[in-house]
């Protein structure tokens, strides 16, 4: 069965720094997997997915992952943090056609 | 398009009140699916429909929860009897169905059972 594990519950960083959320994934395949964003009382957004083409991959709001097979991982970054930016993150994996299967969320924190 | 729909956006009920919670997909997706979210669980699926029919209900609680898709650009998801440790907060979702195609999340229904 696939999973994913998000090492941090919560992330804090400064405004204008680098941001790493970090998820590694469990999969007996070639998995799909994307970052989704909630806001505050919001649904969730897609931020980027990977399937299997380039293994770096380009999201929106400047956010990024690189799929590493070598290390199952599948770790967020962003080069530098705006405080729009705070919110919780999951990573999640396809683990059928349909079935997403999602991390427990890290929330990241922007102080000013 | 506006999105995924839920109705309504919060809503509060006693224990053993029927409860029922709605969803209307984007336009033109054929797949929809309702999630709860909650602190101890996190997101789960309940009922997957395909077509308008329930293809995936393996995630549905209990016989207190039913789903039905009657048609399209609809949904409803029923609790009844309620209870309090159904409290959460409830998406709705829709897709074109194909693999790779990214689920769309509308804002969600907060439920809460007093």
């Known amino acids: 069965a696939q999973s994913v594990t998000q090492l941090d519950s919560h992330v804090s960083v400064s405004e204008g720094t680098p941001v790493l959320l970090r998820c590694n994934y469990s999969?007996?395949?070639?998995?799909?997997l994307f970052w989704y964003v909630q806001h505050p009382n919001k649904g969730l957004q897609l931020l980027l997915k990977?399937?299997?083409?380039?293994?770096l991959v380009k999201g929106i709001n400047g956010f990024e992952a690189e799929f590493k097979k070598s290390e199952t991982s599948f770790h967020l970054t962003k080069p530098s943090a705006h405080m729009s930016d705070a919110a919780e993150y999951f990573c999640?994996?396809?683990?059928?056609?349909?079935?997403?299967?999602f991390g427990s969320g890290t929330r990241l924190l922007v102080r000013p | 398009d506006a999105g995924v729909i839920q109705s309504p956006r919060h809503e509060v009920t006693e224990m053993g009140q029927e409860v029922t919670l709605r969803c209307k997909p984007i336009?033109?997706?054929?797949?929809l699916f309702w999630y709860r979210q909650t602190m101890m669980r996190g997101l789960e699926l309940l009922i997957y429909?395909?077509?308008?029919?329930?293809?995936?209900d393996s995630g549905m609680p209990e016989d207190r929860f039913s789903a039905k898709m009657p048609n399209a650009s609809f949904s409803t998801l029923k609790i009844q009897p309620s209870e309090p440790r159904d409290s959460a907060v409830y998406f709705c979702?829709?897709?074109?169905?194909?693999?790779?195609?990214?689920?769309?999340f509308g804002p969600g229904t907060r439920l809460t059972v007093l």
């Open positions: 979702a829709s897709s074109l169905a194909s693999a790779n195609n990214e689920q769309f």
């Open positions: 999969s007996s395949y070639s998995p799909s």
């Open positions: 990977y399937t299997s083409a380039a293994t």
């Open positions: 999640v994996v396809k683990d059928s056609s349909y079935k997403l299967i």
């Open positions: 336009s033109g997706h054929n797949s």
């Open positions: 429909f395909n077509n308008n029919v329930p293809i995936d």
